[in-house]
């Protein structure tokens, strides 16, 4: 993974009652190139810092991204052009959050919980838990959950 320094997020998570800590994600340019150097530019900015995950569905996933925690904000930079592939959606996969526009996603994503393969070529996957998921899975839940956990921290690996 060394070799793959400038492509791992991480993100300390917060998932309250001295639950949390870092989920590390492979980033999935060769999927994604323009997902990917958004997720860094928002990285980069700090923009993910203690955003909440204002979804979060047992079984499917948990969304996180909008500053405003209300699952219908964004960041101010446009919206992105759809890269799906057929990278199935299964635990661990991050993707895109977006509305019925398929270019529509902005900085919203998900991390699927479980199979979720209904999404596949609908949603653009970028990335992929590879240490950590426990920390997505102690998320509370809810729609939105009453505390919702959030993001403390987004840091590339190559930045910390």
């Known amino acids: 993974m060394a070799d793959d320094i400038g492509n791992t997020l991480v993100l300390t998570l917060d998932a309250g009652e001295g639950k949390g800590g870092d989920v590390v994600i492979k980033l999935r340019p060769d999927l994604a190139p323009g997902h990917v150097a958004r ?17 979060v569905i047992p079984g499917f996933m948990a969304q996180g991204g909008d500053p405003k925690g209300t699952g219908m904000g964004g960041s101010t930079k446009p919206d992105l052009k759809a890269e799906f592939s057929k990278e199935p959606h299964v635990r661990g996969i991050c993707s895109m959050a977006r509305s019925s526009q398929p270019n529509s996603a902005n900085s919203q994503f998900f991390i699927c919980f479980d199979d979720a393969r209904f999404l596949d070529n609908q949603y653009t996957v970028w990335g992929e838990v590879i240490e950590g998921m426990e920390h997505v899975d102690a998320l509370p839940k809810g729609e939105p959950p009453r505390s919702p956990g959030k993001i403390a921290k987004a840091t590339l690996k190559a930045d910390a």
Do not use: A, N
């Open 39 to 55: 997720i860094k530019e928002l990285v980069g900015e700090g923009f993910y810092d203690g955003v909440i995950f204002h979804r």
